[in-house]
Each structure stands twice: as C-alpha cells, then as structure tokens.
C-alpha cells in the first residue's frame, strides 16, 4: 500500500511536535502547511508548504491532487478562518479531519480575570480612564486599539505590526515566546503595567504573562474562545497521534 499522506495546518508549536512524532513513523508523507505570516518561523521536522490556498476551493483541490488522507488542523486557537475553511475542504474532499487544538487556561485563586468574548470587547473592558497596558495578542489585532487611545500600549508580537497603531503612546517589543515567568514579571515591573490584554491561547509557551499577573495582583482582560463544533478533536500531541492512527485506518481501509 502506498503511504498514508497528511497534511497538518500548523504554525503551533502542538503542530510541530506532531509532525515531528509522526514523520517518526514508517509508512506515513507527511506535509505542515503554514500561512507565511511570520517573516521568520522556526524550522519544522517536515517539508513545509508556504502561503495561503485560496479559500475552501483551494484547499480542497489541493486535498485532492494530492492525496491527501487525512487533515489535521493544528492552527492558533485564534484562527478561525482557516479553521472553518478546513472543516468545509475536508467536506468538499470527502477525507477526515483532525482538529488539535491546546487546552485553554483556567483561572485558578489569584486570577483577576475580566473574560470577553471579542478583541472589541477588550478594548471596552479597559474603560476611560488611561491606564499602562500590555497587549499580548500579536499583531493581527493590535490595531482595534487605536478605539481607545488614551492608554498607554506596550505591544509584543514576534513580527512588527504594520501599520503601527495610530495611539499616541505605543511602545513595541519584538520577541518569540516561551517566556518565562521571572522575566514576565521583570517586564510588567519594568514598564509600570496596570492591565493585561490577552487571548485564551493556552498552552505554556506564553503562559508565563498570565502566572505574572497573578503574582502581581495584576487584571487581566482575557478574549476567550469561539466553540466550534469540529467533529474529532484532540487536546493534546498524544492524544492527537491516537486520533490519528485511528481515522487514517479508518479511511484507508474504506478506499481498499
């Protein structure tokens, strides 16, 4: 038989460790597409496709001129497009799909946590009175808070926004995590921080800003995650590798 292929979605570091375990095994090709954003991602275990496929039609044709037996999606969290465009190509390819996605944090005693549902609503939650804010969200999104431009911003992303926000007092810090927690309560010492500005990313490369809060007495304004319904899905590497095996035999059987 000839080799199961799979295609990962990725830019995570979930989806890295997943293509590393199973590019591991004998009878498997396996592809981790990325979007291009990041001008300089780290080197991945598998070849790489870059850049975007052209909607859900794109996709799909892609699934289908190459063979592809099984989707994973291990994308952000946060990113819902493509999240949404690989559950109509899977339908559109007649292949399954994966979806991998961490496990979001939970607020434990310490957390001083404001929960929304959008980047819009943590922009209301900061309120009228300026305050030093830390937007840890990437760029992506960053410019929703020119809304609100009495506060003081210190933004992080690995990548320079472009634009750059319109607010009059932004200050910009390029890193890649894992951060650790000394160094994260170092900064929002350093930088005089009041509030957090946060996705509910989960996972423990950036969780380090959310432990500083904590030890800090610091709120944090946490954008938490739209449910989606993806069919099977894993929380974990492992769990995602069981998962796997699974709908590859499944499938596979099927076409003999």
């Given at each position: ?10 830019g995570?570091?979930e989806?890295?460790?997943l293509a590393?375990r199973?590019?591991?095994r ?5 592809t981790l597409s ?7 991602p780290?080197p ?9 496929f ?9 699934l ?6 099984l989707?994973i ?5 946060f990113a819902r497009?493509?999240s ?5 190509a899977s ?25 929304v ?7 209301t939650?900061?309120g009228?009175e300026?305050?030093r804010?830390?937007l840890?969200?990437g760029r992506q ?14 933004v992080?992303?690995?990548d320079p926004v472009?634009?750059p926000?319109?607010a ?5 810090v ?12 170092e900064?929002?010492q350093?930088?005089?921080?009041e509030?957090?500005?946060?996705k509910?990313?989960g996972?423990?490369?950036?969780q ?21 319904d ?5 929380g974990?590497v492992?769990?995602?590798m069981r998962?796997?095996?699974h709908?590859?035999?499944?499938f ?5």
């Amino acid at each position: 038989m000839d080799k199961g292929r799979i295609l990962i979605l990725g830019g995570t570091t979930e989806a890295r460790d997943l293509a590393a375990r199973l590019a591991g095994r004998a009878g498997l090709d396996v592809t981790l597409s990325l979007a291009g954003r990041t001008l300089d991602p780290a080197p991945q275990p598998v070849p790489v496709r870059s850049g975007g496929f052209g909607g859900v039609d794109g996709l799909a044709a892609y699934l289908h001129e190459e063979a592809v037996d099984l989707l994973i999606d291990a994308t952000h969290p946060f990113a819902r497009q493509i999240s949404a465009n690989a559950r109509a190509a899977s339908h559109t390819a007649g292949i399954p799909l994966l979806r991998l996605e961490r496990l979001g944090w939970e607020e434990t005693e310490g957390d001083r946590w404001t929960r929304v549902a959008s980047i819009a609503g943590a922009v209301t939650a900061l309120g009228e009175e300026p305050r030093r804010v830390f937007l840890a969200i990437g760029r992506q999104e960053a410019k929703a808070f020119d809304a609100a431009p009495q506060h003081h911003y210190l933004v992080r992303s690995v990548d320079p926004v472009d634009p750059p926000l319109d607010a009059p007092d932004v200050e910009y810090v390029l890193a890649r995590g894992p951060f650790a927690v000394e160094a994260e309560v170092e900064l929002l010492q350093d930088r005089r921080i009041e509030v957090i500005v946060s996705k509910n990313s989960g996972g423990e490369a950036t969780q380090g800003k959310i432990v500083a809060a904590r030890i800090l007495g610091l709120p944090v304004v946490l954008v938490e995650r739209t449910a989606a319904d993806d069919g099977h899905r894993a929380g974990t590497v492992g769990e995602a590798m069981r998962l796997a095996d699974h709908l590859l035999g499944a499938f596979r059987k099927r076409g003999v």
